[in-house]
């Protein structure tokens, strides 16, 4: 048997699982053991306890009286806010930066280059403390704050902006803008299938523009059009009414996104150098203007090299937010570590952070994976 090469990959391999599932049952079984002796009661029931504790910023509705699991569904809504936010965001900038780099001004590349290495040599979470501490200790006190008209407060509060009072219609036009965007796209795609069998070309992006901007203007106009805003009021020690964009969120939005641009702008520059010279003498030849070429020549052909490296940066940003933690932003990292304090529930609380990061990695890298597979070119 041990003549035969099949024969001794095949026992290789058995006793590679009978050893993994060797060592997972001797850990499975000393925890429950550990857990019995010290009369740890294992479970998820405490999720539907009463959670007892406030949560500064909360996209969804929720109140001390609340059960652990919304607790938790804010702290992910947060993570998830901050998380696509920053992925936008460092997208712009790294994508600029990039760009720059290969700029023919001396300057805006030597700028360009200071930023990435400075950025990317620089940990994280001291340049979280850094923008914390400059939002906290720089910006003057709510009774003295920056105003800008009626409409901006700026203090060591946050930044306090008018918002556009509760109506339906407000409501309904942004549920419009994911079906304006979603229409957008179908529209791009039916432009593209027509110009490849006709040869015409139509409107594809200014058709966009009028979807993604013109269906929620006109959801917002037929239900009304209001235009009430709730303007900050100054009451007692802070301001009251509008929205709050929080210190605490302003540092890890810009923190992250500050951050990851610069590998972007890595990835970006080498995506652009692996495209052949010739294709922009190329472009040059035929008249277009160094905005065109790279639009229309270069970037397309640099994505297919850009995107898988890309996806690891959006991984590591996603990642990344659960520094939240170290300078107060309610993630569900510190959701999940209050929880943890309160009830002792540390390994389910531990393992829902595994599963919800795992699941929100799983579902990032499918998505630039199957958006990588539509850029690749056709092999015959």
């Known amino acids: 048997m041990f003549r035969s090469e099949r024969a001794r990959n095949i026992l290789y391999q058995v006793l590679l699982i009978a050893a993994v599932v060797g060592i997972g049952w001797y850990l499975v079984s ?46 992910l809504s947060n993570t998830l806010v901050v998380a696509a936010l920053g992925i936008v965001l460092a997208t712009i ?15 805006l590349a030597r700028l360009s280059s200071i930023y990435v290495e400075v950025m990317r040599n620089v940990p994280l979470l001291l340049q979280l403390f850094v ?9 003057p006190s709510v009774q003295e704050a920056i105003k800008l008209g009626d409409w901006l407060f700026i203090s060591q509060r ?42 015409r070309q139509l409107p594809a992006g200014w058709g966009m523009v009028a979807l993604i901007a013109g269906l929620p203007l006109l959801v917002w106009a037929v239900l009304g059009a209001p235009t009430t805003m709730e303007i900050p009021e100054l009451s007692g020690f802070d301001y009251q009414g509008g929205k709050v964009l929080s210190p605490e969120f302003a540092a890890l939005l810009i923190g ?34 160094p905005g065109q070429r790279l639009r229309l020549i270069t970037l397309p052909q640099a994505l297919r090299v850009i995107i898988p490296p890309m996806t690891s940066q959006y991984l590591n940003l996603t990642k990344n937010s659960s520094l939240a933690v170290a300078i107060g932003y309610p993630d569900l ?27 929100i990695s799983l579902a990032i890298s499918l998505f630039m994976n199957g958006y990588n597979s539509r850029m690749r070119l056709a092999q015959r």
């Not at 923008?131 to 200790?137: I, K, P």
């Not at 803008?177 to 110009?195: E, F, H």
């Not at 002792?344 to 699941?359: D, F, N, R, S």
């Open 30 to 75: 000393n925890t429950l053991h550990n857990l019995e002796t010290r009369q740890i009661k294992v479970g998820f029931e405490f999720l539907g306890r009463e959670a007892g504790f406030e949560i500064a910023e909360k996209p969804i509705e929720y109140g001390p009286t609340d059960s652990y699991a919304r607790a938790l569904m804010v702290g």
């Open 93 to 107: 900038l790294g994508t600029l930066i990039g760009v720059a780099r290969l700029s023919s001004n001396w300057l």
């Open 131 to 139: 923008w914390y501490g400059l939002f906290t200790e720089l910006l």
């Open 158 to 199: 946050g930044f306090r902006f008018a918002w556009p009072a509760e109506h339906v219609a407000w409501t309904a036009a942004a549920w419009a803008l994911p079906v304006g965007i979603a229409l957008a796209l179908v529209w791009r795609a039916w432009c593209k299938r027509t110009q490849a069998a006709t040869g």
């Open 256 to 289: 992250l996104t500050t951050y990851t641009a610069a590998f972007i702008a890595e990835v970006v520059r080498a995506g652009i150098n692996s495209v052949d010279r010739g294709q922009g003498e190329a472009a040059m030849a035929l008249g277009l203007s």
């Open 333 to 359: 990292v510190a959701v999940a570590n209050t929880t943890m304090n309160q009830t002792g529930q540390a390994i389910e609380a531990i393992a829902i952070l595994m599963a919800v990061y795992l699941t």
